[in-house]
T-cell receptor, first 112, second 110 residues
């Protein structure tokens, strides 16, 4: 069973508000991924980290999100100004460098 | 681009088997993973394949044909509790980012 912890489980924001969610990866896993799963079950990769360094991110993430994985603190993903289209399940996964990814339960964001 | 396709739904009967198909067309390939996801829950890792052929893991088996861009997940001796969505995900060569299909919702009937 996955030991990835995500908080909060549910988040409700108004349009234009900031929305912040957190992830604690499995102990010993240096790589963290964030994915967005929309209501049609379509997954979109957002960003990944190895330790505190960003490995890869998509344009949307670069422009509208801020994310970090500080040492000894939870990783976080924050939408700077929420839009209705951001309503989705945000999944955090962690892994060893080249192994399978283990997912947390997700943060379900609703933007009103 | 990354294209991973799965049928949306599949139905089968308790005690029999179900085969969940996945086709992919991606700009790079570093293996394919299968996950199970129940409503409102995290995807749970089931299997990873990178070489052609059948990988038998008991209740779940997976097949891969890289030349055809095709994989399947085979569930045998189905139980009602196997009803869930099954996600196929291609692992990209760069940083192992996963590109998912939209999942196949399997319903196992008595």
């Amino acid at each position: 069973n996955s030991k990835v912890i995500q908080t909060p489980r549910y988040l409700v924001k108004g349009q234009g508000q900031k929305a912040k969610m957190r992830c604690i990866p499995e102990k010993g896993h240096p790589v963290v991924f964030w994915y967005q799963q929309n209501k049609n079950n379509e997954f979109k990769f957002l960003i990944n980290f190895q330790n505190q360094e960003v490995l890869q991110q998509i344009d949307m993430t670069e422009k509208r999100f801020s994310a970090e994985c500080p040492s000894n603190s939870p990783c976080s993903l924050e939408i700077q100004s929420s839009e209705a289209g951001d309503s989705a399940l945000y999944l955090c996964a962690s892994s060893l460098s080249t192994a399978e990814q283990f997912f947390g339960p997700g943060t379900r964001l609703t933007v009103l | 681009g990354q294209g991973v396709e799965q049928p949306a739904k599949l139905m089968s009967v308790e005690g029999t088997f179900a085969r969940v198909n996945c086709t992919y067309s991606t700009s790079g390939f570093n293996g394919l993973s299968w996950y199970q996801q129940r409503e409102g829950q995290a995807p749970v890792f089931l299997s990873y394949v990178v070489l052609d052929g059948l990988k038998d893991s008991g209740h779940f088996s997976t097949f891969l044909s890289r030349s055809n861009g095709y994989s399947y997940l085979l569930l045998t001796e189905l139980q009602i509790k196997d009803s869930a969505s099954y996600l196929c995900a291609v692992r990209a060569p760069n940083y192992n980012v996963l590109y998912f299909g939209s999942g196949t919702k399997l319903t196992v009937e008595p």
